[in-house]
C-alpha cells in the first residue's frame, strides 16, 4: 500500500537552513517543497496545498508576517497549520505573529530539526500520545 505522504513548504530564504531541514523532514517520510520568500509560497500554495508550513519571518520580497497575514485571510488555506521558525525572539514579534494566526512560534536557535519534527507529528496527530 501506497500512504499518502503530507505535505511540508518550507518558506526559508537560508539555503543552509532549508537543506537541513529538507533532509530531516525527508527521512522522516514528508514531503517537503521549498521556497525562498513569501511571495513565491502564495504563488505554490495557488498550485497545491500543503499540510502544514514552516514559516521564517526574515525573508526578501515578502516576510513572513505579510505572508501570514495572506495565507489566514484565504478561506480554503485557513486551516493549514502553520509553524514560524525564526531566530526573531522578541515578544513583540511572537505575539503578532500568533494574533495572526500561527500555531507555534520557534526560535530556531533553541531547538534542533529532531524537535521540530517531533513539534510537526504532535499538529498532525502523528507524534508520541
Same mark, same amino acid.
Given at each position: 500500500?501506497?500512504?499518502?505522504?503530507?505535505?511540508?513548504?518550507?518558506?526559508?530564504?537560508?539555503?543552509?537552513?532549508?537543506?537541513?531541514?529538507?533532509?530531516?523532514?525527508?527521512?522522516?517520510?514528508?514531503?517537503?517543497?521549498?521556497?525562498?520568500?513569501?511571495?513565491?509560497?502564495?504563488?505554490?500554495?495557488? %498550485?497545491?496545498?500543503?499540510?502544514?508550513?514552516?514559516?521564517?519571518?526574515?525573508?526578501?520580497?515578502?516576510?513572513?508576517?505579510?505572508?501570514?497575514?495572506?495565507?489566514?485571510?484565504?478561506?480554503?488555506?485557513?486551516?493549514?497549520?502553520?509553524?514560524?521558525?525564526?531566530?526573531?525572539?522578541?515578544?513583540?514579534?511572537?505575539?503578532?505573529?500568533?494574533?495572526?494566526?500561527?500555531?507555534?512560534?520557534?526560535?530556531?536557535?533553541?531547538?534542533?530539526?529532531?524537535?521540530?519534527?517531533?513539534?510537526? %507529528?504532535?499538529?498532525?496527530?502523528?507524534? %508520541?500520545?
Amino acid at each position: 500500500m501506497i500512504e499518502n505522504k503530507k505535505l511540508i513548504l518550507l518558506v526559508e530564504d537560508d539555503i543552509f537552513v532549508k537543506d537541513i531541514y529538507n533532509h530531516k523532514l525527508t527521512a522522516d517520510g514528508y514531503e517537503v517543497a521549498m521556497v525562498g520568500s513569501g511571495t513565491e509560497a502564495l504563488e505554490f500554495m495557488e %498550485k497545491r496545498k500543503p499540510d502544514l508550513i514552516l514559516l521564517d519571518i526574515v525573508m526578501p520580497y515578502m516576510d513572513g508576517k505579510e505572508a501570514l497575514g495572506r495565507i489566514k485571510e484565504k478561506e480554503e488555506w485557513k486551516k493549514i497549520p502553520i509553524i514560524m521558525l525564526t531566530n526573531l525572539s522578541e515578544a513583540e514579534d511572537i505575539n503578532e505573529t500568533e494574533s495572526l494566526g500561527a500555531d507555534k512560534y520557534l526560535i530556531k536557535s533553541h531547538f534542533s530539526p529532531s524537535e521540530v519534527s517531533e513539534k510537526i %507529528k504532535l499538529m498532525m496527530g502523528e507524534g %508520541k500520545k
